[in-house]
């Protein structure tokens, strides 16, 4: 059994406990201009949140259906010509072997004990082999760019009244892993000279 997070869930833990230290490091990185990709390599706590979204909540965790195009024998599994092959990428995303803290989020799981980045084997949230994400070099920009310039310009918080342990969670699971709608406010940040 594999943990599907809702990728809600996880913005909300990022907003709510991780704050700080994202923030801190766009202050000191960014500061009041327009976040840009050069920015990254000297962010490694803010890139290490993002691939902790990715591989707590990834949002297609079936991948692609693909078949074999030959007679295949793997791990002493003979799989015929044509067979339909679905890989999980989850079981790799939260395999117990790879990660600290598989079903947690852990923003460390991407850092050493300096605080650099690094990189791990066993994150493919965009799969691997020849098929692939092709578009995940444009996500990735994507996702720095729409991430550190929504926390450098607003907090986020439930409605008036409404606790963050009172919002409804639960993952919309289908082909991909959607958030079910809910509300939430942006309230700009005080602008700091
Ligand atoms: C966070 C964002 C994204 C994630 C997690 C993601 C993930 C994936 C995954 C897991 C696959 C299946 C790979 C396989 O079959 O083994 C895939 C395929 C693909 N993705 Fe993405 N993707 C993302 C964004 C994008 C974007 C922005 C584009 C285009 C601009 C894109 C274009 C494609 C295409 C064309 C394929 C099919 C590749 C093929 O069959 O050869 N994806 N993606």
């Known amino acids: 059994m594999f943990q599907h997070p809702c990728p809600a869930q996880t913005l909300i833990t990022v907003i709510s406990f991780y704050p700080e230290k ?9 500061g009041l201009a327009q976040p840009r990709i050069a920015h990254r390599t000297q962010m490694p706590y803010t890139d290490a949140v993002i691939h902790e979204v990715q591989r707590f909540a990834n949002i297609l965790p079936t991948s692609l259906p693909h078949a074999t195009t030959t007679n295949v024998t793997f791990k002493n599994y003979y799989i015929p010509k044509g067979t339909e092959v679905i890989t999980l990428l989850t079981s790799v995303l939260q395999d117990p072997t790879q990660w600290e803290k598989p079903h947690t989020f852990n923003p460390e799981h991407f850092l050493n004990s300096k605080g650099k980045f690094v990189k791990r084997e066993a994150f493919m949230p965009f799969s691997v082999g020849n098929r692939k994400c092709v578009g995940e070099s444009l996500a990735r920009m994507e996702l720095f760019l729409f991430f550190t310039s929504l926390m450098q310009k607003f907090t986020f ?11 409804d969670l639960t993952p919309d699971i289908g082909f991909t892993t959607r958030p079910m709608p809910h509300k939430i406010c942006a309230l700009p940040r005080e602008r700091q000279s």
């Open 157 to 167: 918080q439930p409605p008036h009244g409404v606790s963050h342990l009172d919002l």
């Open 22 to 30: 994202v923030c801190d490091e766009i202050t000191k990185v960014v």
